[in-house]
T-cell receptor, first 111, second 116 residues
Framework: KNEVEQSPQNLTAQEGEFITINCSYSVGISALHWLQQHPGGGIVSLFMLSSGKKKHGRLIATINIQEKHSSLHITASHPRDSAVYICAVMNYGGSQGNLIFGKGTKLSVKP | DADVTQTPRNRITKTGKRIMLECSQTKGHDRMYWYRQDPGLGLRLIYYSFDVKDINKGEISDGYSVSRQAQAKFSLSLESAIPNQTALYFC???????????????FGPGTRLTVL
């Protein structure tokens, strides 16, 4: 079983829809990261969180440590949000620097 | 100018050839990483370095070696390339916060390597 599972694997939405991407993990963590990989391949870090909720523009990330679950929400989605969204966790007590990555959720937002 | 650069961006080579991928950063970060990405598998850590004198193996280091020439430079070598090393390779840097277990990583643009 993968230590980081994302769902759904693929998601198609219409412009303006509210989008949720889920991430579940099976290890104790010190932090969880959400990353965005653009169609051209570049990767940017969106959020790093260890508790609660963070918001940046139309993006909201939440984490529930007890349930080992995080969600990434996109409000008022736009075609430019089309990308692969990757969840990664820093394994608490594990080898420093070793992020464990999910396989990603490919989002396509249609105009 | 980009903070983390990788050269080359694309490379096609033949089985058995030695290949070096280079990464440079202007962020002043001590920590640098090499990952590979394969379709359907997600990113996997090859090697990481916390400073010039510190090199550590990641999950999939076999067949790879690295060199940390300076704080700003971290190179990945494939001593004898094989077709299953065809992948997208990313370099990343980070600057740890409060003890270093939660640092955000900054990725380079990636190098697409094809081994024939």
């Amino acid at each position: 079983k993968n230590e980081v599972e994302q769902s759904p694997q693929n998601l198609t939405a219409q412009e303006g829809e509210f989008i949720t991407i889920n991430c579940s993990y099976s290890v104790g963590i010190s932090a969880l990261h959400w990353l965005q990989q653009h169609p051209g391949g570049g990767i940017v870090s969106l959020f790093m969180l260890s508790s609660g909720k963070k918001k940046h523009g139309r993006l909201i990330a939440t984490i529930n440590i007890q349930e080992k679950h995080s969600s990434l929400h996109i409000t008022a989605s736009h075609p430019r949000d089309s990308a692969v969204y990757i969840c990664a966790v820093m394994n608490y007590g594990g080898s420093q620097g070793n992020l464990i990555f999910g396989k990603g959720t490919k989002l396509s937002v249609k105009p | 100018d980009a903070d983390v650069t990788q050269t080359p961006r694309n490379r096609i080579t033949k089985t058995g050839k030695r290949i070096m991928l280079e990464c440079s950063q202007t962020k002043g970060h001590d920590r640098m990483y090499w990952y590979r990405q394969d379709p359907g598998l997600g990113l996997r850590l090859i090697y990481y370095s916390f400073d010039v004198k510190d090199i550590n193996k990641g999950e999939i280091s076999d067949g790879y070696s690295v060199s940390r020439q300076a704080q700003a430079k971290f190179s990945l070598s494939l001593e004898s390339a094989i077709p299953n090393q065809t992948a997208l390779y990313f370099c990343a840097t980070s600057d740890p916060l409060a003890g270093g277990l939660t640092d955000t990583q900054y990725f380079g643009p990636g190098t697409r390597l094809t081994v024939l």
